[in-house]
């Protein structure tokens, strides 16, 4: 995936955020809502490391798409434990690390969508 150095380095300053966030949060939700939880957590993290990798190196569109993956569902699940709830857990509506994560996460995948529109019109303009 052909990016820009300003579209790849805030997709991986907004992925490592991502998954720092989640670090940060994983021993409260092993201690409030059990081992499921906070594994999930220490999971995100970890890919989110992962996702930094390929997002680093350049040109790996593995990396911009497990971070896609990563970040849009940390979203959807945090929106979802607000919302319609989730089994064994329950997230407090406007938290403000939950609302710092949404931003965050909701940046990645906006900062992804660039990534790869500009990889389609970069493809589209050699076949001009």
């Known amino acids: 995936m052909e990016v820009t150095k300003n579209v790849k ?72 434990s607000m919302t319609v709830g989730l089994p064994g857990g329950v997230s407090e509506p406007l938290e403000p690390v939950g609302l710092l994560s949404l931003i965050v996460e909701g940046g990645f995948v906006v900062v992804f969508a660039k990534a790869a529109l500009g990889r389609t019109r970069s493809a589209r303009d050699s076949l001009a």
């Open 9 to 80: 380095w805030a997709g991986l300053a907004l992925i490592v955020i991502t998954g720092l966030i989640h670090l940060f949060l994983a021993p409260e939700y092993f201690e409030e809502y059990g081992a499921l939880y906070g594994a999930a957590f220490v999971l995100n993290f970890l890919g989110a490391a992962v996702a930094a990798v390929g997002v680093h190196r350049g040109e790996r569109i593995w990396g911009w798409v497990l971070g896609a993956a990563i970040a849009a569902g940390a979203f959807v699940l945090y929106v979802a």
